[in-house]
């Protein structure tokens, strides 16, 4: 099976707000999969970091064991490929279980990317921003309890 692109963002309305996170995952260009989930009450942090693990649990179910990641929070990035360190206590426990994920793969690249080359993932977390709920195609369904749990 090929590689798998998974394009991740979170956000916040207001900070911490009502949050979003979203996904994209694409083989060869093409879209295969994409989701958003609501987040009653999150940091953007937060919300990024909730994208991220979601992503890569979607990938997972799908069969992919190599997966090339695109993020727009440079923060993010920077700490799960180990040039910053997790000071924030909020932000160690989704540390630890992203890299519990990323483990799964054979191989993987994350990679930060300006927020232009960000739009179909920002996309799916606004769209569940609006709906107050999730939204896609994902075969990882968020648990119910999560989208309180911030």
């Not at 994209?24 to 999969?33: L, P, Q, T, Y």
Request: glycine content about 10%.
């Amino acid at each position: 099976m090929s590689a798998a692109v998974l394009r991740t963002d979170g956000g916040s309305r207001g900070n911490p707000g009502p949050a979003g996170a979203g996904f994209v995952i694409e083989v060869a260009g093409e879209v295969v999969c994409r989701g958003g989930k609501f987040i009653a009450s999150a940091t953007n942090n937060i919300a990024e970091y909730e994208a991220f693990i979601w992503g890569l649990e979607n990938v997972a179910a799908l069969g992919f064991v190599d997966v090339q990641v695109y993020a727009d929070s440079e923060l993010l990035v920077k700490q799960i490929n180990g040039q910053y360190r997790v000071k924030n206590e909020g932000l160690k426990p989704l540390f630890l279980k992203a890299k519990k994920q990323l483990a799964r793969f054979t191989s993987h690249r994350v990679t930060h990317v300006r927020r232009e080359m960000n739009e179909a993932a920002d996309a799916m977390a606004n769209e569940a921003m609006d709906a107050q709920q999730t939204v896609g195609d994902a075969p990882v369904v968020p648990d119910a309890g999560q989208e309180t749990l911030f």
